[in-house]
């Protein structure tokens, strides 16, 4: 069973540009969840779909966007890139929504913006 | 909000000691996630805890979730260096809304 994929797994931007991160999650799965990783924030949660539905949001600005298609593929959009958006982006994929589901997550996208 | 800390940050240990790495919820746990990182990859799921008192195992892993369900604890026997990376533990927040809190993560190195 293939696991959840990210594309692409590395990306460089300069400020002010606007990016799209892609994840397709583990066949069955209907719940995406996005994250992002900095070495001085650590994991933080940015959003959460299921079934095209965004369910649960984080405290991210609204340059911060995504969306879910019928096919449970997900895609993430950060537009006028900052400095501070520099971070691993992760993917994580579960059948269902809610607590009490595993979680399974991508490889990642690294994002450079300079 | 929930906040996880995790202790120690970082640990090195020799190959073949025992380890614990113990992660605080300062709010009533109502699922625990155990996950292993290699630096700037994925997260591979560990093991995941829900009723008070509950205790899993994996291998030489073994992670345990407080009857209070407010602090969890990893142990590893006989450690080896495909032990060592980043563990993190992550909390699910009660109620209708659903997101996954992160601890800042234990740096593992196991020397050989």
């Known amino acids: 069973k293939a696991g959840v994929t990210q594309t692409p797994r590395y990306l460089i931007k300069t400020r002010g540009q606007q990016v799209t991160l892609s994840c397709s999650p583990i066949?069955?799965?209907?719940?995406v969840s996005w994250y992002q990783q900095t070495p001085g924030q650590g994991l933080q949660f940015l959003f959460e779909?299921?079934?095209?539905?965004?369910?649960n949001k984080g405290n991210f600005p609204g340059r911060f966007s995504g969306r879910q298609f019928s096919n449970s593929r997900s895609e993430m959009n950060v537009s006028t890139l900052e400095l501070g958006d520099s971070a691993l982006y992760l993917c994580a994929s579960s059948r269902w929504s809610g607590g009490g589901n595993e979680q399974f997550f991508g490889p990642g996208t690294r994002l450079t913006v300079l | 909000s929930q906040e996880l800390e995790q202790s120690p940050q970082s640990l090195i240990v020799q190959e073949g000691k025992n380890l614990t790495i113990n992660c605080t919820s300062s709010?009533?746990?109502?699922?625990l996630y155990w996950y292993k990182q290699k630096y700037g990859e994925g997260l591979i799921f560990l093991m995941m805890l829900q009723k008070g008192g509950e205790e899993k195992s994996h291998e030489k892993i073994t992670a345990k979730l407080d009857e209070k369900k407010q602090q969890s604890s990893l142990h590893i026997t006989a450690s080896q260096p495909s032990h060592a990376g980043i563990y993190l533990c992550?909390?699910?927040?009660?109620?209708?809304?659903?997101?996954?809190?992160f601890g800042k993560g234990t740096l593992l190195t196991v020397n050989p």
């Open positions: 992550g909390a699910v927040s009660g109620g209708s809304n659903y997101k996954l809190t």
């Open positions: 709010k009533t746990l109502y699922g």
């Open positions: 066949s069955g799965h209907r719940s």
């Open positions: 779909y299921f079934s095209e539905t965004q369910r």
